[in-house]
């Protein structure tokens, strides 16, 4: 029945500081920026390496939400990569701060935490 994941929606509290977070810090690719005047809102298609996957959104007085990782619901969003310290040396560059870097304990694998200007909380992952 599924196919695949189609998108991750995200609502920012400040438009301007996240879409530059997302696209400059992170380098996702805009796809289509569209200002909805009835909803005084932005939406912000972006992609990953040419694949549609973030949809990052503005509204005015949005509620804030938990997200720490351990809350209740979505727990994070995660990316991987292939060399964690050199994603890591370039995240700090960019003046994101991040968590000392973890084993999986079932993969193996490393792993960190990052959070976007909202404290929605990131991974990077390296696979």
């Known amino acids: 029945m599924l196919q695949h994941i189609h998108h991750i929606a995200i609502i920012c509290s400040d438009y301007a500081k996240s879409k ?7 380098g996702l ?11 005084k809102s932005y939406k912000l298609d972006l992609a990953l390496n040419g694949t549609y996957c ?7 007085n949005a509620p804030n ?15 991987s990569v292939k060399d964690i310290e050199v ?7 960019k003046g ?18 990052f959070e976007d200007p909202d404290q929605l ?5 390296e696979v």
């Open 54 to 60: 973030i949809e990052l959104f503005s509204f005015p």
């Open 121 to 125: 909380p990131l991974e990077l992952y």
């Open 87 to 93: 994603a890591i040396k370039e995240l700090q560059a």
């Open 20 to 26: 530059a977070f997302y696209t400059e810090v992170l």
């Open 29 to 39: 690719e805009i796809i289509k920026e569209t200002y909805r005047e009835e909803r």
């Open 96 to 113: 994101v701060t991040t968590e000392a870097i973890r084993i999986d304990e079932i993969t193996g694998k490393r792993f960190t935490f």
């Open 65 to 79: 939400r938990v997200s720490r990782p351990e809350a209740q619901g979505l727990r994070h969003l995660a990316f």
